[in-house]
């Protein structure tokens, strides 16, 4: 079964699926395009071969080409609920490490359909 992201709505409705999934013999795999491209599967083999050295920091950006639609942000996240995920993914599949620390901040820089200009918008800390 493939299950595009987000795979719920919260942590707590994504552990019930996980739980789900554990107690299933069907194959699940999420949406995770990232694993298949050939620069992150390059960067993942020179970590497991040590060719970079210790790894110690890790720093991933997302950006969209434009700024989205008024109706867009009306109906999702916005950039860092739907997209950062892929980063924390592929920062786990590179390292084979957990993430430990996130922190973003983001703000409007003046489009007005994307809220109040200059708002930030902190994520919370997430750790392991």
């Not at 299933?24 to 298949?36: D, E, I, K, L, T």
């Not at 040590?50 to 720093?59: D, P, S, Y």
């Not at 950062?84 to 983001?106: C, K, M, P």
Request: glycine share 10%; net charge positive.
């Amino acid at each position: 079964m493939f299950c595009e992201k987000p795979v719920a709505p919260d942590a707590a409705g994504t552990r019930v699926v996980l739980e789900k999934v554990r107690m299933s013999a069907v194959p699940v795999q999420v949406g995770f395009q990232r694993r298949f491209d050939a620069g992150f599967v390059a960067a993942r083999a020179a970590v497991a071969a040590g060719e970079l050295g210790w790894v110690h920091t890790l720093r991933a950006g997302t950006l969209d080409p434009a700024p989205p639609s008024p109706e867009y942000i009306a109906a999702s996240g916005g950039l860092f609920r739907d997209c950062s995920v892929h980063d924390f993914d592929a920062i786990r599949w590179v390292t084979g490490n957990e993430v430990v620390e996130v922190y973003a901040l983001g703000a409007n820089r003046g489009r007005p359909s994307s809220g109040t200009p200059g708002t930030s918008i902190p994520l919370p800390r997430c750790s392991r």
